[in-house]
């Protein structure tokens, strides 16, 4: 992996290994251009940079850094702090931020993010495989997910799973969650599951017995191309 070298606490300006090529750069001044192509294990000095970043300066950062690298190369600790200080762009709470920010690079960080809380969520049942697919094709979007409940937005429809498995995971229309859930999912309040068990206004269910992944996929299929 690549990293700095020759760092100097009094001298910003660095050797960056950048996959075999050794380039002295004033870091201060070109990490994102430098961004491209190689990773950083001290992310320390990447941290200490960025927190002192204009927003211009951070957006064309976070644009190089999401776009450049694959999703797995993502140190946590950047995206961490990013998180922790400018959430996330689907809840729009630091615009001044995130509209500075290109949307395929929205895309990625909110893969990262949606990553993260699905594995932390089905804590490595196959459930997380499978939903996570489908947010990495960018087919879906985590809307919220709280202790009980996690919310797929497909666009037309939603989904709403629970964590634990004995239940099935409810399908509703998109219009029909905005009307009923949305505000509970948006303000981050929590409901029982029976909440959001209602059968009759439901689109279909998905019961995670044997093969249930086949016929998931075949019912996600024919919700999406289909007039509901």
């Known amino acids: 992996?690549?990293?700095?070298?020759?760092?100097?606490?009094?001298?910003?300006?660095?050797?960056?290994?950048?996959?075999?090529?050794?380039?002295?750069?004033?870091?201060?001044?070109?990490?994102?251009?430098?961004?491209?192509?190689?990773?950083?294990d001290e992310v320390d000095k990447i941290l200490d940079?960025?927190?002192?970043?204009e927003l211009d300066l951070l957006a064309k950062f976070?644009?190089?850094?999401?776009?450049?690298l694959?999703?797995?190369?993502?140190?946590?600790?950047?995206?961490n702090y990013i998180y922790l200080t400018y959430d996330t762009p689907l809840n729009n709470s630091h615009k001044y931020l995130w509209d500075k920010v290109s949307e395929d690079a929205k895309d990625r960080y909110n893969i990262w993010y949606?990553?993260?809380?699905?594995?932390?969520?089905f804590q490595g049942d196959e459930r997380y495989e499978f939903w996570f697919r489908y947010i990495k094709d960018l087919d879906a979007k985590l809307l919220g997910v709280?202790?009980?409940?996690?919310?797929?937005?497909?666009?037309?429809?939603v989904v709403i799973e629970f964590r634990y498995?004995?239940?099935?995971a409810y399908i509703y229309s998109k219009p029909y969650y905005l009307?009923?859930?949305?505000?509970?999912?948006?303000?981050?309040?929590?409901?029982?599951?029976?909440?959001?068990?209602?059968q009759g206004s439901a689109l279909s269910r998905i019961i995670h017995r044997e093969n249930w992944q086949y016929r998931t996929t075949k019912l996600i299929w024919e919700l999406k191309n289909h007039a509901l």
């Open 114 to 121: 949606a990553n993260k809380k699905l594995i932390e969520f």
């Open 146 to 157: 709280n202790d009980r409940q996690l919310f797929l937005d497909f666009d037309k429809f």
């Open 165 to 168: 498995i004995g239940n099935a």
């Open 62 to 68: 976070l644009d190089n850094y999401l776009l450049k």
């Open 49 to 53: 940079i960025i927190k002192v970043y």
């Open 179 to 198: 009307i009923n859930y949305d505000g509970k999912v948006s303000n981050n309040r929590m409901e029982d599951d029976g909440y959001y068990k209602n």
């Open 1 to 40: 992996m690549s990293k700095i070298k020759g760092s100097n606490p009094d001298n910003n300006n660095v050797k960056l290994v950048l996959r075999g090529n050794i380039e002295t750069v004033d870091i201060r001044n070109s990490l994102i251009k430098y961004m491209v192509g190689y990773l950083i």
């Open 70 to 79: 694959e999703i797995e190369e993502f140190q946590d600790e950047i995206l």
